[in-house]
T-cell receptor, first 112, second 111 residues
Framework: DVKVTQSSRYLVKRTGEKVFLECVQDMDHENMFWYRQDPGLGLRLIYFSYDVKMKEKGDIPEGYSVSREKKERFSLILESASTNQTSMYLC???????????FGQGTRLTVV | SQQGEEDPQALSIQEGENATMNCSYKTSINNLQWYRQNSGRGLVHLILIRSNEREKHSGRLRVTLDTSKKSSSLLITASRAADTASYFCATAGQAGTALIFGKGTTLSVSS
């Protein structure tokens, strides 16, 4: 059974902390994505990666960075967490060109 | 900016009725995909239609694509209470480009 696994289901962090969200896929997919989901705003793309060590900014990269040192792992880093980064974070992976994406279960992050 | 915009934002129907959701997008695409999300969970891929296809079926799902109007529709026939979820369209460009989602349609099916 194919899987995208996010390291935490729920996370509570303090303002100013550096936060790491980890995502691992076991399907040898080239593409990996990080989205955040907020009520009424749908899924907004933060960063994506189409190969190891490659990364591209999405629509809302400010305050975030990513790391992809290995093909199966894509990490999202909140450099200094702020309350407006409280959200549901979703990781996904896919393999081009004509395949759907697989999603992790999501991490609900609360910054206090 | 978000590529896909779903319409309507919310839809309430009775079991057995058909549900139709629409998606419009802005730029050229390689394919368009539809996903379902049950409350508080990750998204599940439902169906993908390529830019050179006009219609596709999968079980009770029917997807159409009109590239001249930059729009797609998802039809769920004979809806069930278990179909209650949010539905999102997503567009994909060429390899190495992002998968961009819309804001979604919330479907509620009552028995």
């Amino acid at each position: 059974d194919v899987k995208v696994t996010q390291s935490s289901r729920y996370l509570v962090k303090r303002t100013g902390e550096k936060v790491f969200l980890e995502c691992v896929q076991d399907m040898d997919h080239e593409n990996m994505f990080w989205y955040r989901q907020d009520p009424g705003l749908g899924l907004r793309l933060i960063y994506f990666s189409y190969d190891v060590k490659m990364k591209e900014k999405g629509d809302i990269p400010e305050g975030y960075s990513v790391s992809r040192e290995k093909k199966e792992r894509f990490s999202l880093i909140l450099e200094s967490a702020s309350t407006n980064q409280t959200s549901m974070y979703l990781c996904a992976s896919s393999s081009p060109p004509d395949r759907g994406a697989f999603f992790g279960q999501g991490t609900r992050l609360t910054v206090v | 900016s978000q590529q896909g915009e779903e319409d309507p934002q919310a839809l309430s129907i009775q079991e057995g009725e058909n549900a139709t959701m629409n998606c419009s997008y802005k730029t050229s695409i390689n394919n368009l995909q539809w996903y379902r999300q049950n409350s508080g969970r990750g998204l599940v891929h439902l169906i993908l239609i390529r830019s050179n296809e006009r219609e596709k079926h999968s079980g009770r799902l029917r997807v159409t694509l009109d590239t001249s109007k930059k729009s797609s529709s998802l039809l769920i026939t004979a809806s069930r209470a278990a179909d209650t979820a949010s539905y999102f369209c997503a567009t994909a460009g060429q390899a190495g480009t992002a998968l961009i989602f819309g804001k979604g349609t919330t479907l509620s099916v009552s028995s």
